[in-house]
């Protein structure tokens, strides 16, 4: 049995196929780990097969996969997270973009107490080198998208990772397009992850497959997840869709302080109406900081919160305020530029503002360890 399986899924690989499998296998010597190497291969037209064979012949640990049928990057990845013999599976390219001397940090991590360690690019000490712009673009977009779903992984869609063999074995995997990672979370059993950053290289020999299709497959995928966790409880996104759920109730709390506070301050301590309104919105704003920091955001697990209850304080109230601004700035927009009903625009304002607050306070005010 192997300490851990190492996955590199190949299409028409050959000039960088020796190289990676070498280096791979150099890391488990320098570093004591009995590992092995599971080249997962769509029936490549040049040499790479021919290549893994031969490297075979002189390295036992050295496997090769050739499927084919059902051709495409995720679900050879998926096959192989069946087919690997050890516990501990982690993926990498075979283009030398993600550095192989990573993988006993990431070994390390998982035999401690996580279920995923990811290789990020977006975190601070990682980065991408000679990307043009339109790949930068793309992998943002992608990057955002994924983000939504799991707001605490930098880089969701990652293709160098580690994960547990339990989180993927009664996955019910869909796999499609070049976004495995964003299926493992979604659909996978797991409650620890961990990010180590890491610089991506572009790669400088071979060619690049990325197409339009590709993005196509990965909306379709961000779709099939949302749908997925809405009937999984037990999922990642769902713990996700509480919070939302739990921030919204929260802010049904405050209207109901809001209007009771006006009232009262207008009607029984007869406050002019500004003055009541203004006292009426900032004890709404304290009473939802409050409910959220307690209950929508508690503490416990990975979700320590490392800022100090004044930052998070002030933190929810500049977000507040921002979100204040965007719904009146909408509602003025949509009912006098665009002559929409205003009760409409007060609506569209509303959700925007929530979407706001829930996101950047998600992101700025209750940051996790
Ligand atoms: N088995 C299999 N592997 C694939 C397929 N497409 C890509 N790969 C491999 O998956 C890894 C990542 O693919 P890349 O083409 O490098 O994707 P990328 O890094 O997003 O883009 P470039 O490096 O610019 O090409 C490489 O090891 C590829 O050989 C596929 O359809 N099947
Ligand atoms: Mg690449």
Redesign the pocket.
């Known amino acids: 049995m192997y300490d851990l399986t190492v996955i590199?899924?190949?299409?028409?690989?050959e000039a960088n196929i020796r190289n990676i499998v070498t280096e791979v296998d150099a890391v488990f010597s320098r570093n004591n780990l009995n590992g092995e190497i599971l080249v997962?291969?769509?029936n490549s037209p040049d040499r790479t097969i021919s290549i893994v064979n031969e490297i075979k012949k002189t390295k036992l640990n050295v496997n090769i996969i050739v499927?084919l049928a059902d051709?495409?990057?995720s679900q050879?990845v998926a096959e192989g997270f069946v087919q690997a013999s050890s516990d501990i599976l982690v993926v990498i390219?075979?283009?030398l973009?993600h550095p192989p001397s990573l993988i006993p940090t990431m070994y390390r991590e998982i035999m401690g107490e996580y279920d995923i360690v990811i290789g990020s690019r977006y975190m601070d000490g990682g980065g991408i080198k000679k990307w043009p712009l339109k790949r930068r673009v793309i992998s943002l977009g992608a990057t955002f998208l994924g983000r939504l779903l799991f707001p605490d992984v930098s880089d969701p869609v990652s293709?160098f990772f580690a994960v547990r063999k339990s989180v993927v074995a009664n996955a019910q995997l869909k796999p499609r397009g070049?976004k495995i990672l964003l299926e493992v979370l979604g659909k996978g059993t797991w409650e620890k992850d961990k990010e180590i950053p890491f610089e991506f290289v572009?790669?400088e020999i071979?060619?690049?497959?990325?197409k339009l299709k590709t993005i196509v497959e990965y909306a379709q995928q961000v779709i099939d997840i949302t749908l997925f966790s809405f009937l999984h409880h037990e999922s990642a996104a769902w713990r996700e869709w509480k919070r939302v759920f739990k921030f919204g109730l929260v802010g049904i709390s405050g209207i109901v302080v809001n209007q009771g506070i006006l009232i009262f301050l207008k009607e029984f301590a007869g406050f002019p109406l500004p003055v009541a309104s203004l006292f009426a919105i900032e004890i709404a704003i304290l009473n939802n900081f409050l409910w959220n920091d307690l209950w929508t955001f508690k503490s416990g697990g990975q979700q320590q919160k490392i800022s100090s209850w004044w930052h998070r304080l002030i933190s929810f109230q500049i977000v507040s305020a921002g979100g204040a601004v965007i719904n009146f700035a909408i509602l003025n927009v949509l009912a006098y530029m665009m002559g929409i009903d205003y009760r409409i625009a007060n609506i569209i304002g509303i959700l925007v503002g929530f979407a706001w607050n829930f996101l950047l306070n998600r992101r700025m005010t209750w940051i996790r360890k």
């Open positions: 590199i899924p190949t299409f028409k690989e997962v291969d769509d499927r051709h495409g990057l050879s390219d075979a283009d973009s293709g070049y572009d790669r071979g060619s690049s497959k990325l």
